[in-house]
């Protein structure tokens, strides 16, 4: 079973404060590049897979998907999702390293910054791939497996006086224990090449694969965004069943 940190009560806190909680997509510097690996949603059946606070759902069903519904172990990120939206959506609690959906249910499967909690990402990419309908599509992004190698949270100073990300057995996969937000938060570090293959494996065929990089736009508004300039700090992936 996946560690279901988002209950912790000073865990759940600190989360909620983020800045992509309170603005929601507008808030996530990636959104912008997961949208355009978005096919067309209107009418069709969407599946969010680790919802959080319903941000996606809500979008998804404002641009006229047929049905959405979203997966979550956390209970309180369910009640914030519910409390947030008197549309008819659809959210359920459930683990995603035990989650079995459906035949051909969906048209379009979205997770993001789920992945990196499950351990058994093969089974999940092989359980999604059999509930879409044929020409369906997985939409996903990650935490870059270059950000999750560091032996110690965040960046450092060199002598030179430059910040310096240090990578620590990049190519040694498996549970990474970090303190973020809460003591003992436990991420599940693959290379690139792992996660690709996983879902080769399952079936899919790769649309488009990005490991996102703010545009000087971005930057230029909140320049704060800079030192992503330094390392990627997200994977993004579109494939087709």
Known sequence: MAQNIYDRPEFFAGYSSLVR?????????????????LPEVKGRRIVDLGCGFG???RWAWEQGAASVLGFD?????????????DMAIEYRRADLEEL?????????????LALHYVNDVGRLFSAIHQALAPGGRLVFSTEHP???????????????GKRTWPIDCYFIEGPRTT?????????????????????????????HVEEFCPTPEQI??????????????????SASR
Not at 73 to 85: G, H, I, N, P
Not at 146 to 160: F, H, R
Not at 226 to 235: D, G, I, Q, T, W
């Open 179 to 207: 303190d973020w937000l809460s003591e003992g938060v436990v991420k599940y570090h693959r290379t690139i090449g792992t996660t690709l293959n996983a879902l080769i494996a399952a079936g899919f065929t790769l649309n």
């Open 100 to 112: 079995n959906l459906p035949a051909a249910a969906y048209d379009l499967a979205y997770s993001s």
């Open 73 to 85: 172990v956390s209970q309180k990120m369910l009640e914030r999702a519910v409390a947030s939206s």
């Open 146 to 160: 270059v950000l999750m190698a560091p032996s110690k949270p965040g960046w450092s100073i060199d002598a030179e």
């Open 220 to 237: 230029a508004a909140k320049p704060e965004l800079a030192e992503e300039l330094e390392r990627p700090m997200f994977l993004l992936v």
């Open 55 to 57: 941000w996606f759902c």
């Open 21 to 37: 909680s309170v603005e929601g997509l507008a808030g996530a510097p990636e959104w912008p590049a997961l949208r355009a690996m």
